[in-house]
């Protein structure tokens, strides 16, 4: 069962050696991507299999689903279906942890001269910190990134 549309789509069962280029390729095929991203593992920095495309429109995003979803790639059939990361929420019809749906919405990592890289109590901000308060920036709409 689809969730109700939106221009994001859940991109699932990803082959761990893909690139976000790779997948950007792809779903360009369906029309306009604003962004794509994989989600990878905080503590290990290995990639977790899915990720988030956000298409210019909802029409392109249901293309993208329409098209692509069951598409091999890499050996793995992909699952594309319309994206709802809250926590707890079901993501093409699976059950995610809220901390994975945490992790989803947290942004790579910002390259920010002289930030501390280790979690040091004595450090004015963490890299950590700073990436947490640059996605709840992203997600009010207070920043732009461009």
Partial sequence: MSL???????????????TEEELMALMH???????????????????????FCEFADEPTATAAI??????EIKGRVLRVDYADVGAGAAVGGHKRKAEDAEAALEPPPAKVPRLEDQDDDNAPVTRR????LLAQLRAKNVIDDE
Avoid: H, I, W
Avoid at 66 to 71: E, F, I, K, W
């Fill in 4 to 18: 109700p549309a939106s221009s994001s789509v859940f991109v699932g069962n990803v082959a761990y050696e893909t």
């Fill in 129 to 132: 910190e700073f990436n947490l």
């Fill in 66 to 71: 329409r098209n692509l979803n069951g598409r």
């Fill in 29 to 51: 095929e369906a029309g306009p991507v604003v962004s794509l991203r994989l989600v990878f593992d905080q503590d290990t920095g290995k990639p977790k299999g899915f990720g």
